[in-house]
């Protein structure tokens, strides 16, 4: 075994002495998008996504290990190479032991203040809750006078950008307050002269007009669903005037950022440069899936303008830099569930949503009724749940053990709920890799995630809306999304269709770049690429 591992290593690195080594790398991130989707539109792509589709190295079977996939969690793992047990972000926010929120990237330090339009915000924005390095720290680690790398993360999100660039790349996203891109001290002391000249240029309009991609009759739009039983929060978005506030679900959204792309790269990209690594985390799919789901026109118009778009930066690109010195990448931080109602209309009965806000009701009027105590589950966030410690640690360990059981009682009676574990116990049990239960050790960092964990059954959705959709198991549905890897002349044209774990892409990348792996990183190379 370890003289086949060898040579396999030997024949990976022989491959790539022999391939011409990029000068750029470009990691595009879709928020929200799922294999199956992508794949049921592909008849339909023209651009970007159909030039891959038809050039790269495509994984076919590409899973994050999440017990709970969420953008801030799969960031950081596409970021570090491991998993949330040991890089620590286990979901965009989460409760500590005083029962305050803590947001992933959030941080009050002055150090990290937000650039406003003028001055700064009352509060930061940095990695500081990541506790291991991440890809972006390697490549700037590395970087020397003679050797100049350069790392730059966009996103519509903030936490999606920050955790990409670690604590030495440069992080840069749309803030929804003052309505244009912006950054923190952690990443710049001052923005960027060609930002503020960008921002300046564009300006987002009170209302914008969303025009459909394709005529609304067009076969394209054929698997779409509108809206079925009124779920979705708003009505349709295409074809009407879009306020402000709806401006991150349209198209337009989406072009202003790879215009940002564009401009990011005319200003720091510089022929010289050893390596120029660029991050781009499309947000646009996710805020509009949650309200209308991927399976709306909606979702898929914005695939279509996307397929577009990604086309025009690519060749945008490829006018700068010889397209056999840039590495693309495409993939995505988590896909979606189906919406409850219409599995249920397709006669799949066992789909069903479970209201988090009565649920966290129901177990504590169950606790005050048996020991008189009252709001002991101080919150709720599918997997997780939170007791309130302030209590719970000056009772007696005999009586905390009662509660404890009480409340593991009264979960494992909800229908839909499959698994309920403290965090203890779930560190205790053995579960093998391609157990779904062991996507949740994955995901169990002590002191952020919940005192106990449950794990619903396929379809089953726990949140504390009963509108819309989301992506909280750990289900094919929310894991399973496309990866695609392509450098002309160097990676290309070739199906991969086993199984292999997204984390498995950062030691990969550092590999093809040249660098030391995050020094966490805890999967092995994507040797099938050779």
Same mark, same amino acid.
């Given at each position: 075994?370890?003289?086949?591992?060898?040579?396999?290593?030997?024949?990976?690195? =022989?491959?790539?002495?022999?391939?011409?080594?990029? $000068?750029?790398?470009?990691?595009?991130?879709?928020?929200?998008?799922?294999?199956? #989707?992508?794949?049921?539109?592909?008849?339909?792509?023209?651009?970007?996504?159909?030039? /891959?589709?038809?050039?790269?190295?495509?994984?076919?079977?590409?899973?994050?290990?999440?017990?709970?996939?969420?953008?801030?969690?799969?960031?950081?793992?596409?970021?570090?190479?491991?998993?949330?047990?040991?890089?620590? !972000?286990?979901?965009?926010?989460?409760?500590?032991?005083?029962?305050?929120?803590?947001?992933?990237?959030?941080?009050?330090?002055?150090?990290?203040?937000?650039?406003?339009?003028?001055?700064?915000?009352?509060?930061?924005? &940095?990695?500081?809750?990541?506790? @291991?390095?991440?890809?972006?720290?390697?490549?700037?680690?590395?970087?020397?006078?003679?050797?100049? +790398?350069? @790392?730059?993360?966009?996103?519509?999100?903030?936490?999606?950008?920050?955790? =990409?660039?670690?604590?030495?790349?440069?992080?840069?996203?749309?803030?929804?307050?003052?309505?244009?891109?912006?950054?923190?001290?952690?990443?710049?002391?001052?923005?960027?002269?060609?930002?503020? %000249?960008?921002?300046?240029?564009?300006?987002?309009?009170?209302?914008?007009?969303?025009?459909?991609?394709?005529? $609304?009759?067009?076969?394209?739009?054929?698997?779409?669903?509108?809206?079925?039983?009124?779920?979705?929060?708003?009505?349709?978005?295409?074809?009407?005037?879009?306020?402000?506030?709806?401006? /991150?679900?349209?198209?337009?959204?989406?072009?202003?950022?790879?215009?940002?792309?564009?401009?990011?790269?005319?200003?720091?990209?510089?022929?010289?440069?050893?390596?120029?690594?660029?991050? !781009? &985390?499309?947000?646009?799919?996710?805020?509009?899936?949650?309200?209308?789901?991927?399976? &709306?026109?909606?979702?898929?118009?914005?695939?279509?303008?996307?397929?577009?778009?990604?086309?025009?930066?690519?060749?945008?690109?490829?006018?700068?830099?010889?397209?056999?010195?840039?590495?693309?990448?495409? #993939?995505?931080?988590?896909?979606?569930?189906?919406?409850?109602?219409?599995?249920? $209309?397709?006669?799949?009965?066992?789909?069903?949503?479970?209201?988090?806000?009565?649920?966290?009701?129901?177990?504590?009027?169950?606790?005050?009724?048996?020991?008189?105590?009252?709001?002991?589950?101080?919150?709720?966030?599918?997997?997780?749940?939170?007791? +309130?410690?302030?209590?719970?640690?000056?009772?007696?360990?005999?009586?905390?053990?009662?509660?404890?059981?009480?409340?593991?009682?009264? /979960?494992?009676?909800?229908?839909? !709920?499959?698994?309920?574990? #403290?965090?203890?116990?779930?560190?205790?049990?053995?579960?093998?890799?391609?157990?779904?239960?062991?996507?949740?050790?994955?995901?169990?960092?002590?002191?952020?995630?919940?005192?106990? !964990?449950?794990?619903?059954?396929?379809?089953?959705?726990?949140?504390?809306?009963?509108?819309?959709?989301?992506?909280?198991?750990?289900?094919?549905?929310?894991?399973?999304?496309?990866?695609?890897?392509?450098?002309?002349?160097? /990676?290309?044209? $070739? %199906?991969?269709?086993?199984?292999?774990?997204?984390? %498995?892409?950062?030691?990969?990348?550092?590999?093809?770049?040249?660098?030391?792996?995050?020094?966490?990183?805890?999967?092995?190379?994507?040797?099938?690429?050779?």
């Amino acid at each position: 075994m370890n003289i086949m591992k060898l040579f396999f290593f030997l024949f990976f690195w =022989c491959h790539f002495i022999g391939a011409t080594a990029p $000068k750029v790398a470009i990691i595009v991130v879709v928020d929200q998008l799922g294999q199956q #989707t992508l794949q049921n539109l592909k008849p339909y792509f023209t651009g970007g996504f159909k030039m /891959l589709f038809d050039n790269a190295i495509i994984f076919n079977q590409a899973i994050w290990p999440s017990g709970m996939p969420a953008t801030a969690t799969n960031h950081a793992g596409l970021a570090t190479g491991t998993t949330a047990k040991n890089h620590g !972000i286990v979901d965009n926010s989460w409760f500590d032991h005083k029962n305050n929120e803590v947001k992933a990237v959030e941080d009050f330090s002055p150090e990290t203040a937000v650039f406003a339009k003028q001055g700064f915000f009352d509060y930061g924005v &940095s990695s500081y809750n990541l506790m @291991v390095d991440t890809l972006a720290d390697q490549i700037m680690l590395q970087s020397s006078e003679l050797k100049k +790398n350069k @790392v730059f993360c966009l996103s519509h999100k903030d936490r999606a950008a920050a955790l =990409c660039a670690g604590k030495l790349g440069k992080a840069l996203w749309f803030d929804e307050k003052s309505m244009q891109f912006t950054s923190s001290k952690a990443y710049f002391k001052v923005l960027p002269d060609w930002l503020q %000249q960008f921002n300046a240029q564009h300006p987002i309009d009170q209302k914008t007009y969303w025009h459909l991609f394709f005529d $609304k009759n067009n076969k394209a739009y054929a698997l779409a669903k509108n809206n079925v039983y009124n779920h979705s929060r708003k009505p349709a978005l295409y074809q009407t005037e879009v306020e402000q506030q709806e401006y /991150l679900k349209t198209p337009h959204a989406q072009n202003l950022l790879f215009e940002l792309a564009k401009n990011c790269f005319a200003y720091e990209y510089d022929p010289s440069d050893n390596l120029f690594v660029l991050f !781009i &985390s499309v947000s646009t799919p996710d805020k509009t899936g949650h309200y209308f789901t991927a399976q &709306s026109l909606e979702y898929s118009d914005l695939l279509y303008y996307l397929d577009s778009q990604l086309q025009d930066f690519m060749q945008t690109i490829h006018t700068k830099v010889d397209p056999q010195e840039v590495l693309w990448l495409l #993939t995505a931080d988590h896909a979606s569930m189906p919406l409850v109602e219409d599995l249920q $209309k397709q006669g799949y009965s066992a789909a069903r949503r479970i209201d988090k806000h009565k649920l966290q009701e129901k177990l504590n009027e169950a606790l005050e009724k048996k020991f008189g105590l009252k709001n002991l589950i101080s919150y709720v966030d599918t997997p997780d749940f939170y007791v +309130n410690h302030a209590v719970f640690d000056c009772l007696e360990q005999k009586k905390q053990g009662a509660i404890i059981k009480t409340i593991k009682h009264e /979960l494992r009676m909800v229908p839909g !709920i499959k698994k309920v574990w #403290t965090g203890a116990e779930l560190q205790k049990r053995y579960y093998g890799e391609n157990q779904f239960e062991s996507y949740f050790q994955n995901q169990y960092f002590p002191g952020r995630s919940g005192d106990l !964990i449950i794990q619903v059954f396929p379809y089953t959705m726990v949140g504390k809306n009963m509108k819309g959709t989301s992506h909280k198991t750990p289900y094919h549905y929310d894991t399973h999304v496309p990866l695609m890897l392509y450098q002309q002349g160097s /990676l290309e044209k $070739k %199906q991969i269709n086993h199984k292999v774990w997204m984390q %498995q892409i950062t030691p990969t990348l550092a590999q093809i770049l040249g660098v030391p792996a995050p020094s966490a990183a805890t999967f092995k190379l994507l040797t099938d690429i050779i």
